[in-house]
C-alpha cells in the first residue's frame, strides 16, 4: 500500500500521509537522484511513506538530505527509517534537535530562561 503523491511543480512534490483527521506530509524538493526531503512523516508510517517515494521515482541514493522543520513526532518520528533507507543525514536546527530528544521540556528551555 501507499499515500497519495502529489506533484504541483516539476522538482516539488509530496506524499501526503493521513494522521488523525489531518494530514502530515513528506515534502521533496529537488529532482530524483538530488532531492532534499522535508519532514518525514511518524514512525508508524515511514515504510509506507518510502513505499511511495520508490513508486514516485525516488531512489536512496538521490535523496541528499532530511530536514525536520520542528519536534512534532509526525514530522520527525520516520527520521530514522527514512535516514537508514536513503543513507542521507537528517539535519535540524538546534532548537529542533532538543525538542526531539526531550520533546516533554524537562531539562531544556530553547530560547527561554
Not at 532531492?35 to 520508490?54: K, P
Not at 535523496?63 to 543513507?87: E, K
Request: include cysteine; charge should be negative.
Amino acid at each position: 500500500m501507499s499515500f497519495a503523491f502529489h506533484r504541483p511543480l516539476n522538482d516539488v512534490c509530496y506524499v501526503e500521509i493521513p494522521v488523525s483527521g489531518t494530514t502530515s506530509n513528506v515534502y521533496v524538493v529537488g529532482p530524483p537522484g538530488d532531492a532534499l526531503l522535508v519532514d518525514c512523516g511518524g514512525a508508524q508510517t515511514a515504510d509506507e511513506a518510502i513505499a511511495t517515494l520508490v513508486q514516485n521515482g525516488h531512489k536512496p541514493g538521490g535523496i541528499r538530505a532530511i530536514l525536520i522543520t520542528h519536534g512534532h513526532a509526525d514530522h520527525y518520528g520516520g527520521a530514522a527509517a527514512m535516514a537508514a533507507w536513503s543513507g542521507a543525514p537528517v539535519w535540524a536546527s538546534p532548537a529542533t534537535a532538543v525538542n526531539i530528544e526531550d520533546h516533554w521540556g524537562d531539562y531544556a528551555d530553547v530560547g527561554g530562561t
